[in-house]
């Protein structure tokens, strides 16, 4: 090496990332072998040993660090993005541990400016956003098990004052703690309506399809057959002018209730950001403000239906959901749970061949499912759109626009382009006076103004179209 070990010890003090790919550190007291930017404490000189590449690292008998990911590094993915995830996976785990944003940045080895892009390019949300959600996940989490008192519960979570806990307890799931642990050991609970709904689109969505066999709109009552806490149950939705009463047939328990609790959030599309859409694009929300982006019950099944979706028709693709469902999914009531993805894996091709399943749909169907099934695939815990967006692309017959598709309605990320859309190259064909339909590249240029919020602007581009989006 052209450095002397002094030198270099100084640059892994320092965390000087403009040494990385350069030169590794080896801890022999631990075994591991890291970047220079590494964010863990520093081990002491007498402790460090330098090597040029991996094989010599590996040859010492070290394994690569899980903090900086070095493995990673050399295979040429994203330091900085493996780094984030380390550090937002460290918080949901802890959420006490990260008092305010700096302390994700140290976590993450960044300066706090950095961090917030990250966080914007990467999980589209900023720290602060991101840290509250997670402090209220691991309350809500604690209620479920029974563990401690509403009294203590916020500051076990990294809330320093009773007030500031309760507020955003009450922002982030549409309860208070108490009501909240009520709902646990009921049946039924009450959720006020976002800030200006529009209850007549909501309902409209969720009834898109008038034949559905596995959710029913009528009147302002939405019913949802789906599997909570592993067990089939419906959730009804009973709609009034600015609450809605929501019960669980079939089922119960905490678990179940907590489950129909997450359910009713993400079919309200509670977590949007319409205001700050609305302020910053007022020409496109214009009478339509309210507007957000429901999210399926779950990512599995929103990737099933991008997988349907692909290349058909609207009418053709609920049929071909219909059959499915009918197929594998689980009777409840009046209704027909969507299936699971362990029961969806488990069919023969053929059956679904004879229902008019093309071979390569079935194809991407089961190994899709397969693939959830097994574990290899877990959609609910990616942290990134980034992570989130290569894994999906990963799949046999997922391209940019199914991957698009369930980060934005799946995951529910809020800076997705689902490029190739036929419904929104239309709307910007109207929406910007163009001769002709946008392709890829420039379909992306002209959504870029709409970041960081490209999904709700899809959605209200579709709505300009006057037709109601998949």
């Not at 507020?167 to 609970?189: I, M, N, V």
């Not at 499915?324 to 362990?342: C, F, N, Q, Y």
């Amino acid at each position: 090496m052209r450095w002397s070990e002094e030198h270099l010890y100084e640059r892994i003090l320092a965390k000087d990332a403009s040494f990385d790919g350069r030169v590794l550190m080896g801890v022999l007291t631990t075994g591991i072998y890291c970047l220079p930017s590494c964010p863990a404490r520093k081990p002491l000189a007498r402790n460090v040993r330098f090597f040029v590449d991996e094989a010599t690292a590996q040859a010492a008998g070290l394994r690569p660090c899980k903090r900086c990911r070095p493995d990673a590094f050399y295979r040429g993915e994203d330091a900085d993005l493996a780094r984030l995830e380390d550090a937002m996976a460290r918080a949901l785990a802890d959420p006490a541990a990260f008092p305010a944003a700096e302390a994700l940045a140290k976590a993450a080895g960044v300066g706090l400016t950095k961090l917030k892009t990250l966080f914007r390019d990467h999980a589209h949300t900023q720290p602060a956003a991101f840290l509250q959600r997670a402090r209220i996940q691991a309350a809500c989490a604690r209620l479920e098990a029974g563990e401690g008192s509403l009294l203590d519960l916020g500051a076990a979570v990294g809330f320093e004052s009773p007030s500031g806990f309760h507020e955003a307890f009450r922002r982030q799931t549409g309860l208070t703690p108490g009501a909240y642990r009520d709902l646990l050991g009921s049946d039924r609970f009450t959720l006020p309506l976002p800030e200006h709904t529009r209850l007549d689109d909501l309902l409209r969505f969720h009834g898109r399809d008038p034949d559905s066999v596995s959710e029913r709109v009528a009147g302002t009552t939405l019913r949802k057959a789906a599997h909570f806490a592993g067990r089939p149950g419906i959730l009804d939705l009973a709609f009034g002018a600015a609450t809605v009463v929501v019960s669980l047939e079939g089922t119960h328990g905490p678990a179940a209730m907590a489950e129909a609790h997450r359910a009713a959030l993400r079919l309200l599309a509670w977590h949007g950001d319409s205001a700050s859409f609305e302020a910053a694009q007022p020409a496109l929300a214009r009478g339509r403000e309210g507007l957000r982006v429901p999210l399926t019950l779950d990512p599995f099944e929103a990737l099933v239906w991008a997988i349907l979706g692909q290349q058909v028709n609207l009418a053709f693709a609920y049929a071909l959901r219909r059959d499915l469902i009918r197929l594998a999914g689980t009777s409840v009531g009046d209704l027909i749970a969507h299936p699971e993805a362990t029961r969806l894996a488990a069919l023969d091709p053929a059956e679904l061949v004879a229902r008019r399943f093309s071979r390569r749909k079935v194809e991407y169907v089961l190994t899709a499912a397969r693939k959830v099934a097994e574990g290899e695939l877990r959609l609910d815990e990616m942290l990134t759109a980034t992570s989130a967006g290569k894994a999906l692309l990963a799949l046999r017959g997922c391209g940019p626009w199914t991957a698009q598709y369930v980060l934005m309605r799946g995951l529910g990320f809020r800076d997705c382009v689902p490029v190739g859309d036929a419904a929104l190259t239309m709307a910007l064909q109207r929406w910007f006076k163009l001769e002709a339909r946008p392709g890829g590249p420039e379909t992306l240029r002209l959504m870029a103004p709409f970041a960081p919020h490209r999904s709700l602007a899809t959605f209200h581009l579709w709505a300009s179209l006057k037709g109601v989006p998949a």
